[in-house]
């Protein structure tokens, strides 16, 4: 079973290098490979365009961040289990992948108003078709290894979901339209990124170390945690006063998880302290507040 699964989740990343899905627009259309989304190459328009509009690169900017997303979630799935590590990560490292693909599915024909066409092509089927192969093996092996999974505590697990949900999922942010912050995702530009990408990577630790975590780890993950709940309230804020924009559902659950996997880490790791751990508090503020002034939005 877990050479079925490596299997799976080799065929899932080589199929990046298929076609993708085909993006038309009128008279135009183009055909991103899932490696031109990762990588940023913006594919050659084909059809009549005397305005010479640039639809590889809008398709590019406006698909990258979510297939890098699942490029980079198959990646970890397939090191886990080379790597022999939990078959737990490669399960949800998977699921996470193939959610991140159905996204970028279903946003095609919502989130510009009709203007364009999105047809899924053989690279996408077969990327979203191996990751959900190998998800279901790697969860055979955990079940069958561990046994039903506990999801005590609860309050990890349902932040860590939150804000997975919230990163992913293409959310009415503006009038025409959709983006997630997974769209900051970029490996040519991999610091304009990186502030969204700080509080995942604290859900997901603080997921797997609910049981052991540390009040110095769960200090610094605060720290981070702060900085993002701030700018995240701020966000929704000033959308709900403009009459033009809508917060949608997305940054309300990444805020909703950032704020549970914060109280969460306080509870558990400082209340019975003393002194709460200041230091590693101050450098996750300050690793925030460094990733927040290096991102293009601030």
């Not at 996470?96 to 693909?101: E, F, Q, T």
């Not at 604290?202 to 700018?231: C, H, K, Q, T, Y």
């Amino acid at each position: 079973m877990r050479r079925a699964s490596t299997a799976a989740f080799a065929v899932a990343l080589l199929a990046f290098v298929l076609p993708f899905a085909t993006v038309s627009c009128d008279e135009l259309s183009v055909e991103p490979t899932g490696a031109d989304l990762v990588l940023g190459s913006a594919p050659e328009t084909e059809g009549p365009n005397p305005e010479g509009i640039a639809l590889g690169e809008l398709v590019v900017a406006y698909g990258g961040g979510l297939a890098t997303a699942a490029f980079l979630a198959f990646a970890l799935s397939l090191l886990a289990l080379v790597r022999t590590w939990s078959s737990a990560w490669a399960t949800l490292a998977g699921a996470v992948g193939v959610a991140a693909l159905l996204f970028l599915k279903t946003r095609g024909s919502g989130g510009t108003d009709g203007v364009t066409e999105v047809d899924a092509r053989l690279g996408g089927i077969l990327a979203g078709a191996g990751g959900a192969a190998g998800a279901l093996a790697a969860g055979t092996i955990w079940l069958r290894n561990e046994g039903r999974p506990s999801l005590r505590p609860l309050a990890p697990v349902a932040a860590a979901a939150l804000i997975l949900f919230g990163y992913l999922f293409p959310s009415e942010r503006s009038p025409l339209l959709t983006v997630a912050y997974a769209d900051t995702l970029d490996l040519r530009h991999p610091w304009d990124g990186v502030f969204w990408l700080l509080p995942v990577v604290v859900g997901i630790a603080f997921l797997a170390l609910r049981r052991e975590l540390s009040p110095r780890l769960s200090a610094f993950g605060v720290g981070i945690l702060a900085v993002v709940a701030v700018d995240l309230a701020d966000e929704i804020q000033q959308l709900v006063r403009d009459d033009n924009g809508q917060p949608g559902i997305a940054p309300i659950a990444f805020l909703a998880g950032v704020i549970t996997a914060g109280l969460w880490a306080i509870a558990s790791e400082w209340l019975q302290l003393r002194r709460p751990p200041l230091i590693p508090f101050g450098a996750g503020l300050a690793l925030s507040i460094a990733a927040w002034l290096a991102s293009p939005a601030s």
